[in-house]
């Protein structure tokens, strides 16, 4: 038997192209999760970089952001479905 040949198809990339926190003029930090829950999917992962859009030094401070908030319990760490 011949096998197939399966062609992946690449996806789009649709992120924004300006990151949200220099066209804000705002720093991500812990209190605000408004904010954070924006770079966040429903499962309370965060969102990579190419994929929100963010530029590396505000996706780290986020990173940061959303780790202490966890630990302050302003956010879940999971998410039960």
């Known amino acids: 038997m011949a096998k197939k040949k399966i062609k992946r198809r690449l996806q789009k990339n649709n992120a924004p192209k300006t990151c949200y926190f220099d066209v804000e003029k705002k720093e991500p930090t812990f209190a605000d999760t408004a904010v954070i829950q ?41 998410v039960k479905v």
């Open 38 to 78: 924006r770079f966040l999917t429903e499962r309370a992962k965060i969102i990579p970089r190419s994929r929100s859009g963010l530029c590396e030094k505000h996706q780290k401070r986020l990173t940061l952001a959303v780790k202490q908030a966890r630990f302050l319990a302003l956010l879940p760490f999971v």
